[in-house]
């Protein structure tokens, strides 16, 4: 059998990261998470057009989970102290949770290759030109309305400061103002109509120009202090073109010279997320160095390994009787079926009555500062385990296997299931350091399916009349 020189080459890197760790006498539990999270990476890499998806969810993990200790090990960074116990238990549990994502994703990623052979291509039907019409011209209007609320969250932020803008005073000075309420849901519905045109499966033309309004919007957040939404944006668009790269015979959508222009930017974009970081803090900004600049971000991004660290350790002061992975029982459309009582900013009753671990941690650990807008973020197995233990981990990541792996299954003859996929995207790849059912909280909002109902209800009403038109015109070509 004929040795691969790729399968050589990371067997030879993964033997160095071993034996690095071993010398430094660091936990052998988490040099084989590293091990095994670099392998994945790399061989994400070399199948790109395949594995996209799998390949932005484990640098995903790698930033916010591993990043950290890794600095410790390797550049001498100092962490915060944790018991060996904890330490041993949070090194578990990710490595559980890799392991098993990736065993279950390989297992449904070579089920759905062989449905997508069998399918075959995907002509575009009258209703999909319909629903692909609507949503770009709904995606527009919306984006438009998305880059004016950026404008809006980001000057006040100027006068009040990036924590406080997760108080609740911040929420009910804008909540009384109803330009702003309705900038603030047509924010929350441009990734929704995004998603069906991008479903619709549009020419690379037609998709240059609704990429590229998104990505305006996308580095007007910033303006807001938010770094996570234009990340995961734009691993998102490169998620899709690299989909649409694999399945188009007649065209480009990614090419080896974007591909070198991405990778030669990275590094100066991580160096720009550092620095808006440091501005929305009123940290005064000043650049030590492009290395040392990309250090202290992958050390700042990696402190959601201390969230699992946290809820294992503080688990007997969090409230009893919570489910923090099933949130979405009591958010948005399910939550008001089910009667839950909303909750809004960081106060103490969302803390303790709520149904978020990002709160109820916070609370527990920072008491006055978390009233002042700060917060640890959550993760999701962090809640996965604090809720079913080890087998909630296990089934979760399976779960999370089964969804990164249905994204190489994007065809289009379905073309709601597929704008499903494309909407979920995000909430998955910010899963480490969001909510296990962030995917669903999302499907399950008020403004996600009026936008779906808007873009069925007018695009079956243009699909009629096309219809008749066809209908009209073949009988007149009869007589």
Known sequence: MKIKP????????????????????FNILFSMVM????????????????????????????????????MEVFFQYQVESFPEKVNQHTYRVLLISLSIILLSYMFFYHRFKLDNKKNGQYEMSIFSKSVQN???????????????????????????GYTGTYTIEFGNYLNGNFLYIIISKAEQTTAIFLSFFYASMPSKRKCRIATWLYMIYLCTTLL????????????????????????????????????????????????FLSLVSAWREGIKISIDGLWNEIQDFFYQQGVSINVIKRSFQY??????GKYYSLEFLSTGVIGKILGAEPFVGNS????????????????????????????????????????????????????????????????????????????????ILWSPRGGFSD?????????????????????????????????VNTVRSWR
Not at 35 to 63: G, H, P, Q, R, W
Not at 315 to 320: I, R, S, T, V
Request: glycine share 6%; hydrophobic share 55%.
């Open 6 to 25: 790729q399968t050589i080459m990371i067997v030879i890197i993964d033997l160095i990261i071993l034996l690095l760790t071993s010398l430094l006498q």
């Open 35 to 70: 091990i095994l999270c670099i392998s994945v990476i790399y061989f994400s890499i070399i199948d790109l057009n395949n594995k996209s998806m799998l390949l932005a969810f484990v640098i995903s993990f790698f930033t916010v989970l591993l990043a950290r200790e890794m």
């Open 134 to 160: 609507v949503s770009l011209f709904l995606f527009v209007i919306s984006a438009l309305c998305s880059i004016a609320y950026s404008l809006v969250v980001g000057s006040v932020l100027i006068s009040i």
């Open 224 to 271: 807001s202090g938010q770094r996570s939404t234009v990340v995961l944006g734009f691993l998102w668009i490169f998620i899709y073109y690299a989909y649409r790269n694999k399945n188009d015979t007649e065209q480009s959508w990614i090419s080896k010279r974007m591909l070198c222009l991405i990778a030669l930017l990275v590094p100066f974009a991580i160096v």
């Open 315 to 320: 688990e007997a002061l969090l409230p009893e």
């Open 348 to 427: 103490v009753e969302h803390a303790t009555n709520g149904f978020s671990l990002a709160h109820a941690l916070s609370y527990v650990t920072m008491r006055g500062a978390y009233l002042t807008g700060r917060g640890t973020g959550t993760s999701y197995i962090a809640e996965l385990f604090h809720d079913f233990g080890y087998l909630g981990v296990v089934f979760g990541n399976i779960l999370y296997g089964y969804i990164i792996a249905s994204m190489s299954k994007l065809k289009g003859k379905n073309l709601f299931m597929t704008a499903i996929k494309l909407i979920i995207i995000q909430q």
């Open 439 to 471: 995917f669903i909280i999302i499907l399950n909002r008020p403004a996600t399916l009026i936008a779906i109902c808007l873009i069925y209800i007018i695009a079956s009403i243009l699909n009629r009349r096309k219809v008749t038109k066809a209908s």
